[in-house]
């Protein structure tokens, strides 16, 4: 998503507000060039994110195929699932 800024009018003016509206022009340039800056870096951290669910699923997987775990929750559903 790009933000799109755009500097205040600059008013013309004399005596010591003239510094004031050049230092808000610069201000805004720093802005913009901030504001592009940060292009793409919600896809680098989306990116990160589904690296790390992908990891976590693959643990999952191989912790979930291993005969201890499967017994434990056999025996958690017979458990669960008898009347008495």
Do not use: N, Q
Not at 4 to 31: C, E, H, I, Y
């Amino acid at each position: 998503m790009t933000v799109a800024l755009t500097p205040p009018p600059v008013v013309p003016t004399t005596g010591p507000r003239s510094s004031r509206s050049s230092s808000a022009g610069r201000l805004a340039s720093v802005a913009r060039r901030l504001a592009r800056a940060d292009d793409g870096a919600a896809t680098a951290e989306y990116a990160i994110v589904i690296m790390a669910a992908v990891g976590f699923a693959g643990l999952l997987v191989t912790i979930m195929r291993s005969d201890e775990v499967r017994g434990v929750l056999s025996d958690l559903v017979r458990s669960a699932l008898t009347v008495g």
